[in-house]
């Protein structure tokens, strides 16, 4: 295939994931699913459907499931696990956008769900989903193998935990307010920890329901570390220069607010090229793990991920 | 033992299983142990210590500690547990007492986390808690059979999410802004959700732990269920008479709020006397389960729970 039909290619296996996913996502919150001894509060699942359906690429759940297939793996496992990491994301978009933080009053292009809903029924709608996705990857229904499932467990709690996603959030509300911008050190680890861990976790994901010799899930994590590196550039580059239609969000609002961002420090030229880089390292790990043609989907993956305009 | 002796007795164990308790989660939020790639975020780290250590009777430890001694099972495995329930526990109180939820300035005596530190650091705190919580539990160190430690998570994560607590908080918040007071069944579901679940957990876990018969475990879930509403009920009872010094905050705050509780609805002495069925209801369930004298500190704990001053 030329560099374009396997970029059609792979837009064609993105959208059939995230078909997939939005589907699975709207029977794990559908009220017949999350029975019980009563009726569940019926504002704060719609909070919570609202906050999780309807938007995004599925970026997440698309690494676990192609994470997966290098191993052979394929249906209601990944499909689950991917689904699992997709509420912690939506958790953690909820509650960055939240007055307290972020304060954001657009996602997607829609009300925030603090403004959708209220603020109460935010906190509590990501509280709730948060949990909701320990619950998901601890159910037989994700892999018959406990072992696997504990391992899904931790994996996921350490990728969103103090040393992962909540740390890196902490780590940006503090440079917000800090005396002394971030140098590049500390921009990169905190971008490792904020975005980059719940990507690793997700072709870590498929390593571990593929049950990967340790070899190649070292090597996958690189690439998983690579690639949500890439995305982060992307992503300062995509503020710097976005269009806000396309984003669902103004752009510019980095620079605005002084938030650390490598273009900020590096300068746009500087940023596209690191950015480049990430990209070969992603597809150079993937080439070391010996798996061949197979990994062709998450090679692209990066190149996606770098170049997208939202 | 006479009731006297029996209530010292039960009260040594619990203040030693809350030192024991206390020294455990000290570890587990030590800096040291939480190591990673880099420092972690300092300020964070100390609102979730300030969170969780240095307060509290250590309740629901307690009763996965004494739950998993029935079944012949101590130490780490429901020392840990223990831990990781406490850790829900307490970041259920820290995302309570936000000023878009409860909006509280004192808890146990103290300013609120949110106060001592800020909102921002007080929602991702109460995240990161929650997070680590599934780590804890989904830990080797916790369980070498991974079936008990899977079974663990998915039995937290339903009773911590939509169908249990925070259902249970969401259906108390719509409650105080409804045009209709709640009546009876709706106030007892609603308490079962909200604080019965986390205890309901508590022995759950000792029986997971512990590998108790599905008999025996369904025999103290009972009991769990009954503790949880007498606990309730207790709780109401005490903000309606308590004492503001002993309880480490203000009393009457329910009836000001118009909160639904069991006192406002079938006033003080029908709520009392309905405690002490729930004590016997626990007790007898206790009986049932056939493990004799195994039980007294459980049985103790039931009266303990009812009669207790803060």
């Given at each position: 295939m030329n560099a374009e039909d396997r970029a059609d290619h792979f837009i064609g296996r993105l959208d059939a994931a995230a078909a997939a996913v939005e589907q699975k996502l709207d029977a794990l919150l559908a009220p017949s699913t999350l029975k019980g001894e009563i009726e569940r509060p019926a504002r704060l699942l719609e909070a919570i459907r609202y906050a999780t359906l309807g938007g995004g690429k599925r970026l997440r759940p698309f690494l676990v499931i192609e994470s997966a297939a290098l191993f052979g793996l394929s249906g209601e496992g990944p499909l689950r696990a991917g689904c699992a990491l997709e509420m912690v994301h939506c958790y953690s978009l909820v509650h960055d956008d939240l007055p307290a933080m972020d304060d954001d009053d657009l996602r997607r292009g829609r009300p925030t769900a603090h403004k959708a809903f209220d603020e109460a029924t935010a906190i509590l709608a990501g509280d709730?989903?948060?949990t909701y996705a320990f619950d998901v990857l601890a159910d037989p229904a994700t892999h018959p193998d406990a072992a696997v499932r504990a391992n899904l467990v931790l994996a996921l709690a350490r990728a969103a935990g103090l040393g992962g996603m909540v740390g890196g959030q902490a780590l940006d509300l503090a440079a917000e307010s800090a005396q002394k911008p971030l140098n590049q050190q500390e921009i990169l680890t905190l971008q490792a920890m904020k975005t980059g861990a719940l990507l690793r976790f997700a072709v870590d994901a498929g390593a571990i329901l593929g049950a990967a010799d340790q070899r190649q899930a070292a090597t996958l994590t690189r690439y998983g570390a690579a690639l949500g590196a890439a995305f982060?550039?992307?992503?300062d580059i995509l503020d710097a220069e976005g269009d806000a239609a396309a984003l669902g969000k103004r752009a510019g609002k980095d620079a605005e607010r002084g938030k650390a961002t490598l273009v900020?420090?590096?300068?746009?030229?500087?940023?596209?090229?690191?950015?480049?880089?990430?990209?070969?390292?992603?597809?150079?790990?993937?080439?070391?793990?010996?798996?061949?043609?197979?990994?062709?989907?998450?090679?692209?993956?990066?190149?996606?991920?770098?170049?997208?305009?939202?």
């Amino acid at each position: 295939m030329n560099a374009e039909d396997r970029a059609d290619h792979f837009i064609g296996r993105l959208d059939a994931a995230a078909a997939a996913v939005e589907q699975k996502l709207d029977a794990l919150l559908a009220p017949s699913t999350l029975k019980g001894e009563i009726e569940r509060p019926a504002r704060l699942l719609e909070a919570i459907r609202y906050a999780t359906l309807g938007g995004g690429k599925r970026l997440r759940p698309f690494l676990v499931i192609e994470s997966a297939a290098l191993f052979g793996l394929s249906g209601e496992g990944p499909l689950r696990a991917g689904c699992a990491l997709e509420m912690v994301h939506c958790y953690s978009l909820v509650h960055d956008d939240l007055p307290a933080m972020d304060d954001d009053d657009l996602r997607r292009g829609r009300p925030t769900a603090h403004k959708a809903f209220d603020e109460a029924t935010a906190i509590l709608a990501g509280d709730a989903l948060l949990t909701y996705a320990f619950d998901v990857l601890a159910d037989p229904a994700t892999h018959p193998d406990a072992a696997v499932r504990a391992n899904l467990v931790l994996a996921l709690a350490r990728a969103a935990g103090l040393g992962g996603m909540v740390g890196g959030q902490a780590l940006d509300l503090a440079a917000e307010s800090a005396q002394k911008p971030l140098n590049q050190q500390e921009i990169l680890t905190l971008q490792a920890m904020k975005t980059g861990a719940l990507l690793r976790f997700a072709v870590d994901a498929g390593a571990i329901l593929g049950a990967a010799d340790q070899r190649q899930a070292a090597t996958l994590t690189r690439y998983g570390a690579a690639l949500g590196a890439a995305f982060q550039v992307a992503d300062d580059i995509l503020d710097a220069e976005g269009d806000a239609a396309a984003l669902g969000k103004r752009a510019g609002k980095d620079a605005e607010r002084g938030k650390a961002t490598l273009v900020g420090l590096l300068g746009l030229e500087a940023a596209k090229a690191r950015r480049d880089a990430l990209v070969e390292e992603a597809i150079a790990a993937l080439e070391e793990t010996g798996l061949g043609d197979a990994t062709a989907t998450l090679a692209e993956a990066a190149r996606f991920v770098a170049l997208r305009n939202s």
